[in-house]
């Protein structure tokens, strides 16, 4: 039920980029409707995620630069990235695709149900199971 509420949505955009016939990186743009700045929708980027085995091949930068098409097609005055991850190259990813992390603060507030707090602190290197809503080639 989950999978098609947000596949419906026309405001959820899975990107995902397919090699040897698997999707092997995706990210998530979520189109926010705002009442400010005109109004103008804002976007949000997310669940950036490449397999292991296809990283350094630029397939997160196309999906990225993806979301930025998207963004710009539904007019959003902004297009927001959020990531936990604090390795470098993976910030450095982010910020030679465009995304500056000194503009703004962000604070994160977590609500944790019946799950260990560092269960969330791993990083997925499997392969992904999504059906292919949108597919970079």
Partial sequence: ELWHRLVCDPD????VAEED???????????VPNMTHGPRSYAFVEN???DSEYRGRGLATA???????????ENCYRLILMTGSKL??????YRRAGYDDKEKTGFIYCIWI????????????????????????
């Fill in 114 to 137: 019946n799950r260990n707090a560092n269960d969330l602190c791993t990083e997925y290197t499997g392969h992904f199971a999504y059906n292919k809503p949108l597919i970079l080639r």
């Fill in 21 to 31: 016939g698997k999707i092997v990186s995706t990210c998530t743009c979520i189109i």
């Fill in 63 to 73: 999906c990225l630069d993806k979301a930025k098409e998207i963004a710009k097609a």
């Fill in 12 to 15: 959820y955009h899975f990107i």
């Fill in 48 to 50: 950036v995620v490449t």
């Fill in 88 to 93: 470098e190259s993976t910030l450095n990813l």
